[in-house]
């Protein structure tokens, strides 16, 4: 499945008005900020990474990133250790990510209690930055058609989300899902692409370089979807009716 012509030009009418390096740097999330060096995003990585490489990945993992996320009631997280997915092969990302990202977060969506959508995702997010991002429900809030105060000028899914019990929740069992997650990773795919060949560089910090885990300036779909987040919790904290977003509890 490709990207449509829709998709291509809300994507470039999206790059033309936003200026990427800046929205990576000014992510946020529990103080993890980039002149701090995204000590929590790259812990976890680092961590889940290698968990995913040497197809060890297990509830120890899930616990991290939800205690990161805010997830509710992690005490509910239960999953069969290890996970049973295989996402590297000779320590290269697996040749069917690329192609089929849509049924990787489907596996897991099986394979793990307690996770929906958004920490399925998450998990990809960690484990494999070279081909995947995250999705949340902010992100689907301005991307997605479900929410009329945040969304609608850059429209690139066709998600909903829902809000109930002072949560905000991407409903799985909606016509959209898992295929759109499918959408998205293409989306951040393009993006990256984009900038690379247009040599806008992305200001990794420091220690993402020194590790090896980053080439200079070049960008990852997880480093494309770390400023798409930075732009979507700007636009959902001005939105005037809910001042304090509640955390995603999907």
Not at 30 to 51: V, Y
Not at 109 to 127: E, Q
Request: hydrophobic share 35%; aromatic share 10%; proline share 6%.
């Amino acid at each position: 499945m490709t990207l449509s012509e829709s998709h291509h030009a809300t994507i470039n009418r999206f790059l033309q008005d936003h200026d990427l390096p800046d929205l990576y740097r000014s992510y946020t999330w529990k103080g993890d900020t980039w002149e701090k060096g995204f000590p929590d995003l790259f812990r976890l990585e680092e961590m889940i990474s290698q968990a995913a490489m040497d197809n060890a990945l297990d509830r120890t993992h899930l616990i991290e990133i939800a205690t990161w996320g805010s997830l509710p009631n992690p005490k509910n997280v239960s999953c069969q250790d290890p996970i049973r997915i295989s996402l590297y092969h000779d320590g290269a990302p697996a040749f069917w990510l690329e192609n089929e990202p849509e049924n990787a977060v489907c596996i897991l969506g099986c394979r793990i209690r307690g996770f929906g959508p958004t920490y399925c995702s998450k998990v990809l997010h960690f484990a494999v930055p070279q081909i995947f991002g995250a999705i949340d429900t902010r992100l689907v809030r301005v991307f997605g058609k479900g929410d009329p105060l945040s969304g609608g000028k850059y429209q690139l899914l066709d998600l909903n989300v829902s809000y109930s019990n002072n949560l905000w929740q991407i409903p799985r069992d909606q016509e959209g899902w898992p295929r759109e997650y499918g959408t998205w990773v293409r989306v951040l795919n393009h993006i990256a692409g984009a900038l690379n060949t247009e040599g806008i560089a992305c200001p990794h910090p420091e220690q993402y370089l020194q590790s090896g885990r980053r080439e200079e300036g070049k960008w990852l779909p997880a480093d494309v979807e770390t400023a798409l987040f930075s732009y979507a919790s700007q636009v959902v904290k001005g939105d005037h009716d809910i001042q304090i977003v509640p955390i995603d509890g999907s």
